[in-house]
């Protein structure tokens, strides 16, 4: 049956959170609103078709060493509002494995694969693999390539597709649906993802090929009915 068969590609949502895409934020990322825009019809096509998606979201401590030395200001603090995601990803009942991978409650990947919805995966560095239990639950989901998309271009995004590369894994970056905090900073590490095999690509791009799968879904269905 076509479930069976590696998914095209799997959505990955970095830290679309209140403390990265609200406006007046200690981040103030200069292109939070066009990004936002972007990631919001993303999220919307991919429910559409019920693609499974791979949520990360920062919850720190105020101790945590990302904030020594003032390199970025506090941010996404746990039980704070602004660890909160964004309404535009927001996913009521979506399961969350905390930092650390901690395995009870677990997830039912194979439910999550075949229906659809969001796991969330928190994670208290920029590399979403700092939480071990990334790489099961990409292993589990199956899918041939990771399309990238969220904050921060030069950071949480660079780390986690650098990982995923080293994992032998394909990976998207959606460029204008990808906030960034340093203009040059952003550029030159797409200039590197894309240097180590990782593509770039717009978001138009990205929802073309969710209404061509979708075709495709519907045409073996059909077939499977006949």
């Known amino acids: 049956m076509f479930l069976d068969r590696p998914l095209p590609f799997l959505f990955v949502d970095l830290c679309t959170q209140d403390d990265f895409f609200a406006p007046d934020t ?3 990322l200069p292109n939070a609103a066009a990004a936002r825009r972007n990631i919001g019809l993303l999220a919307r096509a991919g429910a559409q078709v019920n693609l499974p998606i791979l ?26 509002a602004g660890v909160r995601k964004i309404h535009e990803t927001f996913v009521r009942g979506a399961p969350s494995i905390p930092r650390g991978g901690h395995r009870r409650p677990w997830v039912d990947l194979k439910s999550l694969r075949e229906r659809g919805g ?11 693999f700092s939480n071990p239990a990334c790489r099961e639950v990409v292993r589990a989901l199956n899918a041939q390539e990771l399309i990238l ?4 271009l030069e950071c949480d995004l660079f780390a986690t597709a650098l990982t995923a ?4 894994q394909a990976v998207c970056v959606v460029s204008d649906a990808a906030a960034y905090r340093v203009p040059d900073a952003a550029h030159a590490a797409l200039y590197g993802l894309q240097h180590r095999g990782v593509r770039a690509a717009p978001t138009e791009e990205i929802l073309l090929r969710i209404a061509l799968w979708k075709r495709r879904q519907e045409r073996q269905r059909r077939k499977a009915h006949r």
């Open 26 to 28: 200690p981040l103030a």
């Open 55 to 80: 949520a990360g979201c920062d919850v720190h401590r105020p101790d945590d060493p990302e904030f020594a030395g003032g390199k970025l200001p506090p941010h996404a603090l746990e039980g704070a």
């Open 118 to 128: 969001q796991v969330v995966v928190e994670k208290d560095e920029f590399d979403l």
């Open 149 to 152: 998309y969220g904050a921060m």
């Open 165 to 168: 590369r080293t994992l032998g």
